[in-house]
Each structure stands twice: as C-alpha cells, then as structure tokens.
C-alpha cells in the first residue's frame, strides 16, 4: 500500500512527459478537453474515471495511436505530436493484451527487440527474453503457445513484451479488466512492485477506483474529456474538490441543500428537517447548492446514543467490516459502515430495527456539486 | 431403433449421393481407360494399357494446364491479395458492402457470356484496335495464352478475394498497434503480423482456384481458340468429337492423379509450414 502522502519528490526534475492543452476531438464528439498535466519521471499515474470519460484517449495520445487536434504532448522534453508509434519510447499492455496468436511466448516478448535496428544477437534475445520472463515470474514458458496461457499469464506475457525495451513510460490500458478479483489484486501488488524496482514511469487507465487508490502515486481523475482534480489518493480521499470526485474515489453518502451559513471552518448545510455541519471543501461559497457528504466509515451506529433517528433496512456482512443500509424519515437511504470493534462495542442490529447515526462535523465535507 | 440404425439411416442419403455420383463414375472411367474404342466410337471391353501408352499424344494439353493453372493462381493470388487488403482494411466501412456486392456480381452472369465479352476485348476491334491507334501494330492477344491467363485471372478473382477477405477482416486490428506500439514500421508490422495471419485464407483461396484450374475447359477453349488447350479441352474433344472413350478416360485417369499428387504436395507443404500453428484453421 502507499504509505507517503506526497507525491513523488520531483523538485528540480523535469516531466517525463506533459500534456499542454492537448485536446482530441471526433467529429462533434470531444473525447480529451484541454488536457494539462506533467508527469513525473518514476512516478506511477493513474488516469481514473468512467467509460468515455477520456482517460484511454489520453493514453493513446501518449502512446502515438492519437494524433492530438489541438495542444500537444511532449516526452522527453520533444513535441511528439507527429511522431508514430513505432518511434516513441513508449510501450503499451493492451487492454485485452493483444498478444500475438501466431508467435510462441518467446516470440511475443521478444517482437520488441527484434524490431530494432541493428538487430540485437540471437543469443542476446534469448538472454532478455529468459530475464524478462523471471521478472515476470514466468520463467520456462519461451515455447508455450498464447492460448495455452491463462488470463493471468497472458497478462504478464504482456507485461514482459511492454518491458523488454525498457520504455521510458509504461502504459498500461486497463491492465486487469478480464483478470477475477483475487487474481487482480495480486497482479495490483506486483505491478506496484514491479514499478519500483525497475524505476520505470507508470501510466495506468482505469475504472476502477480501487486499483487506482492501491497502486498508483497519483491519480488524475477525468470526467468529460476533462481533468476534474489530480492529487495523491489520500488527498482525493480526504480533499475531494467536488462531489464527483468523492463519489468516483471510495464510497460517500451525499446530502443536498444550500449552504446557509459559514463558521470559520465549518459550514450548516439546510437539509429536510434538519441542518447538517461538516467542513468547507474548496470553492463552496454561502447560499450555493452543496452536498454534505459523508463517508459510510466515519458514522457512528448505535442503539440508542445521540444523532439521527434511523431505521435499519439491510445488513451487508463484508468481513472486517458491515455494511448497513438505513433509512431516515427526511434524508432518505445511506450507508453506515460499522467495523469489527463497532460490532463489539454496539452488538449487531437487524433489519427492521430503530437505531441512531452519529458522526462529528470534522468528519462530513461540504462539497461544490460540480 | 438403436441409435446405430438412425445414424446409418440419416447418413444414407449422403452416402448414396456419393456412391452415385463419385464412386461409380470414377470406377466407369478407370474401366473404360483400361478398354479399347469401338468401331463407331465407343467403348469394347478389354484390358490393355494401350490408352495409357498412348498419354504423350496428349502431353501439350498436360503442359499447358501444369504451367498455366499454377501461374494462373499466382497471378489471381497477386491481383487478389491486394485488394482483399483494400476492402478489409482500407475501405470506409460504409461503402464495405457495396465494394464486395460488386466483386460478386460478375458471378450473376454466366462465364459464358462473360467470355464473349472478352473475346471481343482482346479480339482485333478491341485492345490490339487501341494499341494500333497508339502506334502498336500487329499485336495479337485473342487465342494466346496472355487471353487465356485474362480469362482466368477474370473469372476466378472472387473466389480468392473471399477466403483472404474473412482473414484479413478477422484480424485484431489491436495486434497491428501492438506492432507498431513495439517499434515496428507499418510494413514489417504488414510482413510479421497482417501476412502470416491472413495465410489460412490465402492457402484456402490458393487451393479453390487451383483445383478449379486444373478441371478448366470453357475460358482455353473461348480465348484460347484451340491454340492455348487444357486437359478439360482435351477430354471434351476425346469424349464428344472423336468419340474414343478408353482414351478419354485414360486421359480423365490421369488428370485426377495429377490433381491428387500436387495437391497432397501442397497440403504437405501446408501442414509442414503450418506445424504448430494450430492457433488459425487453415483449411
């Protein structure tokens, strides 16, 4: 996991590579709006949002699939707008890896080098070949054939064939979208490994908030072709700018209504019945429509202490933690995760029954809702 | 009924089909090739191997077909190929259909009619016409090979373009940003990539047009006015004018092994390249 809050120390480096204003256009259809953004060398970016939202179009940009309508994309410090695919220090894991069926798993991973020229010895090939495959812990497979490879060892069959020549970025489009959940963690762990040890700058596109919170330094969130906030997990977690940003990263309950008054830093949203105090995210402005938004972690659940009076409509066990549904007359449904020492401190509640929700004004945020 | 009796049941049809229409036929011909020709043409039971031996009176037709249908399917191949790319790969997928609606249309009309048409094409008030404006004189095409080889390459052009059509349109396209994303240019990436993958069409389209050529009798006999004659010419001849049915069918005999001879060479050929490649049906 990423335990440091800031971003990758960069002071006095310059960006592996920068978007400037790079905006792609289909037609009427924007898919990339004016994309600014410095990626670090090192560094492990995620570009998060949902389908459409343009992060692969980004990635593509990057990668030379894209040629950019307006702005321009730099690596290295050089504008490579027209530079082709085939020139760029780059290299890609497709989504769907995109390993070639007729070629051995030798083949595959040493396609890269046998495109350089001059071409690089026989006996050269099959020592990086022999290495990459130890890198990525498939070593013996050079002669097994793509298909008799599973999901899980094609993608690192993938991942070897992206690294062997060494890319200055490694791009990485939806890497484990076709992997099931407990392989996807750990290919999570050993990617953010792999990552670090070989010191290469990381581009990854994802969906999934998940794999982008575990894994990456920073992530880039997008909506719209846009960038809404780029900033380490932590800081999209806790400082959201908005409240598609704490909606998309982690799981948030929201309460609407206008911000009707202002106390240093915190803030009285008018809800249904009631008002609701949280902190003052950035750029909310009194008399606005807000959201309060509260995390289902920081609501306190007990039988009969002090806050809302709720209505318990489902119980989720998850593990560690339990996830309850609940129900409040004027606000409507949210969400309330207890975990294992709430449990012990409060017992469990079942469905049907009255119960209270707590939580602190420190721990709610009030957001801009765009 | 035991399931045993309703498979022999239900592969009866197709069994008599086959007996009636290639086993016997082919037992009648070896048969009659090891006969002798009657008086008035024909055929007289006996056993000689006189027909057999009398094969080099027709080695001109077994040359013209071995050099012509091979080079003929290369031709086809190198017309093909292109332009089965072009309309995979290259054209705007809105006008896909039409492009290929009009490669088949040809086949709407009869080959025989098609062939008229290219016997004034190449006939003297057609190209040789154009070329004698231009200067050109005396040029002849028509009964020539080069009109023979027009003729094949016209009519037999859809049935390669198809097979290497579905290759090509099959083909992940991610595989080529793949190879470039590698640092391949686009035509090593075409060469490593496109090419071998698209091979099982290519073999399929090879083996259609090939098999074809070798049976061919109408295109040699329009375009090539008798100068330029296959096998099929020779048998049609054998068979209909002169009436010798144990030569005709000595004739027959051995055009159907020359046929299974190269083309177990060339499904060998195919196998020993395709070893391993069991990843792409190539038949």
């Known amino acids: 996991m990423q335990s440091a809050d800031t971003p990758t120390s960069n002071a006095g480096r310059a960006p592996i590579a920068e978007f400037r204003a790079a905006t792609k256009q289909y037609g ?301 007359g004027d606000l409507g449904d949210f969400l309330i995760l207890v975990s294992r020492q709430g449990e012990a401190l409060e017992g469990t509640f079942e469905p049907g029954e009255p119960a209270r929700a707590h939580w602190k004004p420190e721990a709610a945020l009030i957001l801009n809702n765009d | 009924m035991s399931p045993k009796l309703i498979n022999r049941l239900l592969l009866a049809p197709a069994g008599l089909w086959l007996l009636t229409m290639l086993v016997l036929p082919i037992v009648v011909v070896v048969v009659f090739s090891f006969g002798e020709r009657a008086q008035a043409g024909g055929y007289v039971p006996a056993f000689t191997l006189e027909q057999y031996l009398n094969l080099p009176a027709r080695w001109k037709a077994f040359q013209n077909t071995l050099t012509l249908a091979p080079v003929g399917t290369l031709i086809v191949l190198l017309i093909a190929y292109p332009l089965a790319y072009y309309l995979a790969i290259k054209a705007n997928p809105k006008w896909r259909t039409l492009l290929l609606i009009l490669v088949i249309v040809p086949f709407w009309t009869s080959i025989l009619i098609r062939s008229y048409a290219w016997i004034f094409i190449l006939g003297g008030r057609g190209i040789p016409a154009i070329l004698e404006f231009f200067g050109l004189e005396g040029i002849r095409l028509i009964n020539t090979p080069f009109a023979v080889l027009a003729g094949i390459v016209y009519g037999y052009l859809p049935l390669m373009v198809f097979p290497i059509y579905v290759s090509l349109e099959r083909l992940d396209k991610r595989l080529l940003e793949a190879s470039a994303d590698l640092g391949s240019p686009p035509w090593r990436s075409f060469l490593q990539i496109t090419l071998p ?28 006015g008798g100068k330029v004659f296959f096998v099929g010419n020779a048998l049609v001849d054998l068979f209909l004018q002169s009436r010798n049915w144990p030569f005709g069918s000595a004739v027959a005999v051995a055009l159907v092994l020359v046929m299974l001879v190269s083309v177990t060479i060339y499904m060998r050929a195919i196998k020993r390249w395709g070893n391993g490649r069991d990843d792409v049906s190539l038949m």
């Open chain 2, 197 to 224: 993958l698209s091979l099982p069409g290519v073999a399929t389209g090879c083996m259609l047009v090939f098999i074809l050529l070798m049976g061919e009798f109408l295109i040699p006999a329009m375009l090539g």
């Open chain 1, 28 to 328: 009427a259809v924007t898919a990339a709006d004016q994309i600014d953004l410095a990626i670090m060398p090192g560094e492990f970016l995620s570009f998060l949002g949902p389908s459409g939202c343009g992060k692969t179009t980004a990635l593509r940009m990057l990668a030379g699939f894209e040629v950019p309508s307006s702005g321009s994309v730099h690596l290295d410090g050089q504008q490579v707008n027209l530079v082709p695919p085939h020139k760029r220090p780059v290299n890609m894991v497709f989504q769907h890896y995109a390993l070639f069926p007729h070629m051995t798993v030798a083949d595959n991973i040493s396609y890269g080098l046998r495109q350089q020229r001059p071409k690089p010895a026989a006996a050269e090939i099959t020592r990086r070949v022999e290495e990459t495959l130890t890198t990525v812990r498939l070593p013996g497979f050079e002669q097994r054939r793509i298909w008799e490879m599973s999901g899980g060892q094609q993608q690192r069959v993938a991942l070897a064939r992206a690294l062997i020549n060494q890319p200055k970025i490694l791009l990485l489009d939806e890497p484990m979208a076709a992997l099931d959940r407990k392989l996807r963690r750990e290919m999570q762990i050993e990617l953010q490994s792999l990552q670090r040890a070989l010191g290469i700058t990381f581009v990854l596109v994802t969906h999934d908030q998940e794999e982008a919170l575990s894994m990456s330094d920073r992530i880039c969130i997008m909506r719209a072709g846009r960038i809404v906030q780029i900033g380490t997990p932590r800081q999209l977690y806790d400082a959201p700018l908005n409240r598609y940003v704490a909606d998309f990263v982690g799981k948030s309950n929201f309460f609407a209504g206008p911000l009707s008054q202002i106390d240093g830093p915190i803030g009285t949203v008018s809800l249904p019945g009631q008002s609701g105090q949280g902190r003052l995210g950035q750029g909310v402005q009194k008399g606005a429509n807000v959201s309060l938004s509260v995390r289902p972690e920081q609501i306190t659940l007990t039988h009969s202490g002090p806050g809302l009076e709720v209505l318990i409509k489902n119980r989720i066990f998850l593990g560690e933690h339990t996830e309850y549904l609940v129900n409040h």
